[in-house]
């Protein structure tokens, strides 16, 4: 399975999912944030190899920095989810919590879900530093989503999703965690030339994200390509 971290799993998050990491690729383009999560002591796989040289400081100075603000947009997203007060929500591939703060800032009881125990760490500092409550850790494994049926009402994923392998059987096992009507929210980048984000060869192009999940069992969805610069938003149910 492609790892995920977080910024998560993935799970990375986002991250930062996460969360955007500075790198030169073939394509000349500043990684994201997101492009984080993934343990520091393996090598799970292209999009992954090349976080493995940086330390935690350094990427979470990258996701959390205002350059990432700039183009992820936050108070859209959150404006898109709506009312979060009082749901339960897992962010996969939190990577440095860049998301879950603000989730649990709106309301919702979160679930900081990576794959990276340096992130893990990292965010169980910040959350005790801030005295956030309504935030719980969760260390997942690389190969499925640690969630238990029927467990949260919403699925977060950003910028994380080109790091998951086999991911219909992963987001098969996603959607037996949502409870009944509840939502997969997943921000990729397009798959085009772009100023910032993974190599070309790394994104993921929304038609394939959605055939991928009908396969999983979804079968609502929709389809947001304008609500942020760089990157689609695609609601699954």
Sequence with gaps: MKKLSLALLLFSGACASPAAEET???NSQKE???EKKHHHKHSHG???AHMHSHSIEELVERFESKERDEYQQPAKVLNYLGDLSGKKIMDIGAGSGYFSVKFAAAGAQVIAADVDTGFQNYLQKRIA???IENVELRLM???RPKINDQEVDLVFISNTYHHIEDRIAYFKAVKKGLKPNGELIIVDFFKKELPIGP??????????????????????????E???????VIKAK
Excluded: T
Aim: glycine letters at 2%.
């Design 226 to 232: 304008e609500l942020l610069p760089y990157q689609y």
């Design 32 to 34: 994201p944030m997101e």
């Design 199 to 224: 190599a070309m060869d790394h994104k993921i192009a929304k038609e394939k994200v959605l055939e991928e999940l009908k396969a999983a069992g979804f079968v609502n969805f929709e389809l947001k």
């Design 24 to 26: 030169k690729d073939k």
């Design 129 to 131: 530093a801030d005295k």
């Design 46 to 48: 292209s999009a992954n």
């Design 141 to 143: 494994p690389y190969e």
